[in-house]
C-alpha cells in the first residue's frame, strides 16, 4: 500500500523560507522510473504543480516559481523535499506531495496536504 | 503554458443519472507515441485528489468502471455512469505531456 504524508511549519512569516517534508511508503524514490511531485491548492481555489523529483534525481520546476524552488530527497529515510524561498501571502495553500508512477506516467497517489498559512 | 479548460463550472445530477465533463486543453496532448497525457482526477470533499482515469481513457486501480474518459488532442470528456453520493466533489483535469504541469479549474458536481 502506497502512502504519503507531507509535514510543515504550519505557519510562516513573509520573507521566511518554508520547507515541506513528504514522508512515503510502499514504493522507493530509488526504483527506476519513480518520481516525487508537489502541488498545491489555496483554500477554494485549483491545484497548482510546483517540482517534480526523479529516482535519478533529474528535477522538474514550475517556471513561475523557479527562483523560489528547491526540490531534494533522502532514499535511504523515503523522504522528499521542497523549499519555497521568500514566501508571501500568496503562498498560503494546502501543499500535497504525490507519487508519480514512471511505467504509466502519472500522479497516482496523494497525501493527505500539509496547510501553510503565510502571515505576518 | 498549456491552459486547461472545463465546463461546466457545477452541475447537479439525480442518482442514477449519467453526467459528463469537458476539459479542453490549449494544444494537443496527444505525444508522438502514441499516448494522450490528460488526467482525471476527483476531490472528495475536505479530502485530497484522487486519480480517476490516466492517459485518457486508462481507468486506475480501484475506480469503479462508471467512470470512463475519452477524447481527441485538445477536447476530453469525463462520463460517470449512474452517479452515486459519494461521486460528489470537484473534479480537475490535468495535462502531464509539458512543464508545467496544469490543471483545469475544476467543475463542481452535486446531487439533485
Known amino acids: 500500500q502506497v502512502t504519503l504524508k507531507e509535514s510543515g511549519p504550519g505557519i510562516l512569516q513573509p520573507s521566511q523560507t518554508l520547507s515541506l517534508t513528504c514522508t512515503f511508503s510502499g514504493f522507493s524514490l530509488s526504483t527506476y522510473g519513480m518520481g516525487v511531485g508537489w502541488i498545491r491548492q489555496p483554500s477554494g481555489k485549483g491545484l497548482e504543480w510546483l517540482a517534480n523529483i526523479w529516482w535519478d534525481d533529474d528535477k522538474y520546476y514550475n517556471p513561475s516559481l523557479k527562483n523560489r524552488l528547491t526540490i531534494s530527497k533522502d532514499t535511504s529515510n523515503n523522504q522528499a523535499f521542497l523549499k519555497i524561498t521568500n514566501v508571501d501571502t500568496a503562498d498560503t495553500a494546502t501543499y500535497y506531495c504525490a507519487r508519480i508512477c514512471g511505467a504509466s506516467y502519472v500522479m497516482d497517489a496523494w497525501g493527505q496536504g500539509a496547510s501553510v498559512t503565510v502571515s505576518s | 503554458d498549456i491552459v486547461m479548460t472545463q465546463a461546466p463550472l457545477s452541475v447537479s445530477v439525480t442518482p442514477g443519472e449519467s453526467a459528463s465533463i469537458s476539459c479542453r486543453s490549449s494544444?494537443?496532448?496527444?505525444?508522438?507515441?502514441?499516448?494522450?497525457?490528460v488526467y482525471w482526477y476527483l476531490q472528495k470533499p475536505g479530502k485530497s485528489p484522487q486519480l480517476l482515469i490516466y492517459r485518457m481513457s486508462n481507468l486506475a486501480s480501484g475506480v469503479p468502471d462508471r467512470f470512463s474518459g475519452s477524447g481527441s488532442e485538445t477536447d476530453f470528456t469525463l462520463k460517470i455512469s449512474r452517479v452515486e453520493a459519494e461521486d460528489v466533489g470537484i473534479y480537475y483535469c490535468?495535462?502531464?505531456?509539458?512543464?508545467?504541469?496544469?490543471f483545469g479549474g475544476g467543475t463542481k458536481l452535486e446531487l439533485k
Open positions: 490535468g495535462q502531464l505531456l509539458e512543464n508545467p504541469w496544469t
Open positions: 494544444k494537443s496532448l496527444l505525444h508522438s507515441n502514441g499516448i494522450t497525457y
